[in-house]
């Protein structure tokens, strides 16, 4: 099993709607989780970090549930450049300083 | 500020030839990470830094080699490159281990053929 699982999709909303994700991992052990973003042939960029309280920046809400071992990301009122593949990340075992990805989320917002 | 830089962009191979993809960083991070990238299979961690003058292998370290050459720099070297190391290569840095952001550079897409 995967340390990080995620739906591949892709998911296709119209403009406006309200989409989200779910990221499982395994490691209960687990630090530090990210969401990124990353763009058809360009490389993953920080989208936010997820916090035991939640996390929110603008249209986009991440939470983090210890007891079920997920993370969500929220993305409100979508728009047409939201369209990329949304990676989770979360520190994985064997060593602080190894994260693991999952396999990415993508998603197309149609007009 | 560059950030990540990544040289070559793209390279293309024959079975048994070696190459090094370099990286360098201008961010003083302390920690350095080199990941392939495979439809389906997600981001991948070969090698990583955790410091200037420590290596240590990731996931998928086989047939791989790395240098840390200093601070600022870490280089990948296939050493005799087989089609199954056909992939997109990203090398990344944070400033110091897991808990902190991952900054990636560009990427270098490689086939061999």
């Known amino acids: 099993r995967k340390e990080v699982e995620q739906d591949p999709g892709p998911f296709n909303v119209p403009e406006g709607a309200t989409v989200a994700f779910n990221c499982t991992y395994s490691?209960?052990?687990?630090?530090?989780f990210f969401w990124y973003r990353q763009d058809c042939r360009k490389e993953p960029k920080l989208l936010m970090s997820v916090y035991s309280s939640g996390n929110e920046d603008g249209r986009f809400t991440a939470q983090l549930n210890r007891a079920s071992q997920y993370i969500s990301l929220l993305i409100r009122d979508s728009k047409l450049s939201d369209s990329a593949t949304y990676l989770c990340v979360g520190s994985g075992s064997g060593g602080y300083q190894k994260v693991t990805f999952g396999i990415g989320t993508k998603l197309q917002v149609i007009p | 500020n560059a950030g990540v830089t990544q040289t070559p962009k793209f390279q293309v191979l024959k079975t048994g030839q070696s190459m090094t993809l370099q990286c360098a960083q201008d961010?003083?991070?302390?920690?350095m990470y080199w990941y392939r990238q495979d439809p389906g299979m997600g981001l991948r961690l070969i090698y990583y830094s955790a410091s200037e003058g420590t290596t240590d292998k990731g996931e998928v370290p086989n047939g791989y080699n790395v240098s840390r050459l200093n601070k600022r720099e870490f280089s990948l070297r296939l050493e005799s490159a087989a089609p199954s190391q056909t992939s997109v290569y990203f090398c990344a840095s944070s400033s110091s281990g897991s808990y902190n952001e991952q900054f990636f550079g560009p990427g270098t897409r490689l086939t061999v053929l």
């Open positions: 490691n209960s052990a687990s630090q530090s």
């Open positions: 961010m003083n991070h302390n920690s």
